[in-house]
T-cell receptor
């Protein structure tokens, strides 16, 4: 079974621009979560989608948004980029069952804002 | 507010030794505590997880010890090997609502960079 796939692996953007990151979950997984990883703050939860609906949202400004498609693929968008948005953005999928189905992470998209 | 505190930030252990990483949590509603291992250039991978109804869980060389009254849990890596060199994250999660079949968010510790030296 293929793992979680994130594209692109690397991105370089300029302040003020916007960016869209893509995530394909493991086949059959319906829950997709996004995390931001930085050296200073560690792994911070952004949001979670399940069956195209946002279930949870972390403490990030409205510039960070996401969506999930009917095939469970997800995209994350960051508008009006700031230097502090430079980070590794990780997508994780799970089966979404009632039990604690483990999160499976992709290898992330490294975003650099200059 | 950091709800899961992890220590140490970095750890150097000799090959064959025991690596110990500690975490403490504040929210007593947490009921699932996984540990993740992350290698450079890769995403975190689930290593082992525990629920608070048991005090210890062992999988191969990896053991989680859990102290519910102290709100602490730790990862022990026995017979540490150079291949164990990675960053380790503890995490915690609240129980799901019965009507919510999505995955609750994980609250992560700040990570421990483990280096195993020959």
């Amino acid at each position: 079974k293929a793992g979680v796939t994130q594209t692109p692996r690397y991105l370089i953007k300029t302040r003020g621009q916007q960016v869209t990151l893509s995530c394909s979950p493991i086949s059959g997984h319906r829950s997709v979560s996004w995390y931001q990883q930085t050296p200073g703050q560690g792994l911070q939860f952004l949001f979670e989608y399940f069956s195209e609906t946002q279930r949870n949202k972390g403490n990030f400004p409205g510039r960070f948004s996401g969506r999930q498609f009917s095939n469970s693929r997800s995209e994350m968008n960051v508008s009006t980029l700031e230097l502090g948005d430079s980070a590794l953005y990780l997508c994780a999928s799970s089966g979404g069952s009632y039990d604690n189905s483990p999160l499976h992470f992709g290898n992330g998209t490294r975003l650099t804002v200059t | 507010q950091q709800q899961v505190k992890q220590s140490p930030q970095s750890l150097i252990v000799q090959k064959g030794g025991i690596s110990i990483i500690n975490c403490a949590y504040e929210n007593t509603a947490f009921d699932y505590f996984p540990w993740y291992q992350q290698f450079p250039g890769k995403g975190p991978a689930l290593l082992i997880a525990i629920r608070p109804d048991v005090s210890e869980k062992k999988e191969g060389r990896f053991t989680i010890s859990f102290n519910k009254s102290a709100k602490q849990f730790s990862l022990h890596i026995m017979d540490s090997q150079p291949g164990d060199s990675a960053t380790y994250f503890c995490a915690a999660k609240r129980p799901k609502d019965i009507s919510n079949f999505g995955n609750e968010k994980l609250t992560f510790g700040t990570g421990t960079r483990l280096t195993i030296i020959p």
